[in-house]
């Protein structure tokens, strides 16, 4: 080493490390400083990693649950908006029905008219597909739900009370005839470990076959005119039921989507708890970074002088 005894190399290079040390220590705690953490990774604080390893893993399960009720939450309100419209057209085509049967002054060709139009209705609603899935189809997202309504028999064939019982389908399944339980259970999310909300409808719901039979029988009603008031007051009875069942539908869906909710604001308090958990024990403490900078600062200047120096000292200065 040219102008460096060998005495003074070993004194010069442990020097350089001892200043490159510093150097990294003052990066490393100007970034705590500047970022507000006292470490980037675990592997700074290992007496903690533990913990923290389990608190990481309790926030990204509770995040999972929140994202998929965030995905669901549009299937659950779309599944309400459909009922609420199915339920109108069950009170508003009951009020026809009433006073088609009442007084006999209706128009049996509206009538008929107003019922195929509903029944086109109802067939989109029970067919909507949100998120790539049907609402109503059940456990069976990958069916159409129903088939076209407009193709059912009229007068319907069916006898009282009109309505299939689980596990058959009614005539209007687009799986029928025939019997299929997963047909009869509606969309549910696990929302929490070991718990899990309904938060869907069926197509073959009670208060939907009443609605979908009800305003078959008012098709009845136009064509057997000789007995249309007994047809539309037999619709009156079922779209009255189907309101009830409809309502019934809805109230089952309000309770998954608060269930759901409430989930949701469970998780989102149990994660800010977590983060700020982590938070304080990765948190540098400003005032005693400060006072280390400053102690450091001054020790490499001290470190520099004496590396400048050991660098100028010559064999003959060692000497002398």
């Not at 899990?196 to 409808?201: L, N, P």
């Not at 304080?280 to 005032?287: K, M």
């Amino acid at each position: 080493m040219s102008g460096i005894t060998v005495s003074t190399a070993g004194l010069f290079n442990s020097a350089v490390a001892s200043f490159r040390a510093g150097q990294n220590e003052l990066s490393a705690l100007q970034r705590q400083l500047a970022s507000g953490r006292i470490a980037e990774d675990l592997s700074a604080v290992p007496d903690q990693a533990p913990r923290l390893l389990d608190l990481d893993a309790a926030i990204a399960t509770r995040r999972t649950y929140v994202e998929a009720i965030d995905r669901t939450r549009p299937r659950a309100q779309g599944t309400m908006l459909a009922l609420e419209r199915m339920a109108f057209l069950a009170a508003d085509l009951g009020r026809a029905a009433m006073v088609a049967g009442d007084d006999g002054s209706a128009d049996p060709a509206a009538v008929g008219a107003r019922a195929s139009a509903a029944l086109q209705e109802i067939e989109v609603q029970l067919n909507l597909r949100i998120g790539g899935r049907a609402l109503f189809a059940g456990n069976r997202p990958g069916l159409a739900t129903v088939a076209r309504l407009a193709d059912l028999p009229v007068p319907p064939p069916e006898r009282p009370p009109f309505r299939a019982a689980a596990p058959d389908l009614p005539a209007y399944d687009a799986a029928a005839p025939g019997a299929d339980a997963n047909a009869w259970q509606p969309d549910s999310l696990r929302i929490d470990d070991g718990e899990s909300a309904a938060y869907g409808a069926v197509a073959v719901d009670p208060g939907i076959q009443d609605l979908v039979m009800g305003l078959r029988r008012l098709q009845t009603a136009v064509k057997d005119r000789d007995n249309f008031a007994l047809h539309a007051e037999t619709a009156r009875e079922l779209l009255a039921r189907a309101q009830s069942g409809i309502r019934l539908a809805q109230n089952s869906v309000a309770i998954g989507q608060a269930r759901m909710e409430a989930a949701r604001e469970r998780h989102l308090t149990a994660i800010a708890v977590g983060q700020r958990q982590r938070d304080e024990t990765l948190r540098a403490d400003p005032a005693e970074l400060g006072a280390r900078i400053a102690q450091l600062q001054v020790q490499l200047q001290a470190s520099y002088a004496t590396v400048a120096r050991l660098r100028e000292l010559s064999l003959a200065n060692f000497v002398r």
